[in-house]
């Protein structure tokens, strides 16, 4: 594996992308890229380099080149060939140009940091959202703004001691993590592939870099899923969320990348019409709207609301 720590040393992107070709090489078999096996001698499970070569149309030299990390000069035709010849989908596939566009660019030109606020008038647009959760959210998942809905579902996450309160983190590190993702294994393996895929657009991101040196650290289950260099989109698709206030929600989410505030998405969660968790997000609202009163009202002089 890689060393997921921070630093900007080439080597670590050549690193990335060794391992990510490799294993990608390893899941395909002979019969799934149409070649034939040639019986039960094959010292290896996935496709040889030089299959890989010849389905992607480059001699073996030329791919062994780019295997061992050096994509440097590699063209857009060749980074096709190779996408199409290890059966890469469209985030495997963005994710090695990320690799060959990190390849050419100096460290010090790329380096960054996660955004860590968001604009008043954002806020504003999150707050009027008033029926459905919604939250503002970093590449490395940090959250930065949420509305009374958003901070009420994930209300152990944003009671979290580190601020900004950090999906990543919270997941792997903080038990209540698993008592809250009905599918804690499934909630992991996205929240890694999403980290993963943001390490390929900002290889140089400080703050991402030292979240995933943190959490490879302190979390055996994260470092396992680093390793696997999976990859994908995180656009659309469910959320199953045992809430400990209104219990089982099941829930849509929909994440918007916010093209004026790059690296920023919005992600809103809505419940299906007549459903059960309908009925507890509403609960979940006409909670929060009591808490909200009473913080209120404790604050208020002589216990009057202002």
Known sequence: ???????????????????????????????QAGLPAYGGNRRVSGLRREEVAMLAGVSVDYYTRLERGNLSGASDSVLEALARALQLNDA??????????????APRARRRRSPQTVRPSLQRVIDAITGAPAWVRNDRGDVLAANEL???????LMAET???????RFTFLNPKARQFYSDWER?????????????????YDRDLTDLVGELSTRSEEFRVRWARHDVKYHRT??????????????????????????GLRINVYTADPGTPSEDALKLLASWAATQRDDTATETAPNGRLP
Do not use: C, W
Request: aromatic residues 4%; negative net charge; proline residues 9%.
């Open 1 to 31: 594996m890689s060393d997921p720590g921070t630093t900007d040393d080439p080597a670590r992107t050549n690193d990335d992308v060794r391992e990510f070709l490799t294993s990608r090489r390893a899941r395909i078999t002979p019969e």
């Open 92 to 105: 495997e596939t963005a994710h090695l140009y990320d690799l060959a566009r990190a390849a050419v660019v």
């Open 150 to 156: 958003g901070r009420a579902l994930y209300l152990d």
């Open 162 to 168: 580190v601020q900004p309160p950090n999906n990543s």
């Open 187 to 203: 909630a992991a393996d996205d929240i890694v592939a999403i980290l993963r895929s943001a390490a390929g657009r900002n290889p």
């Open 237 to 262: 698709g469910r959320k199953r969320v045992h809430h400990p206030i209104v219990g089982d929600l099941d829930l849509a989410f929909e994440a918007l990348e916010l093209p004026a505030d790059p």
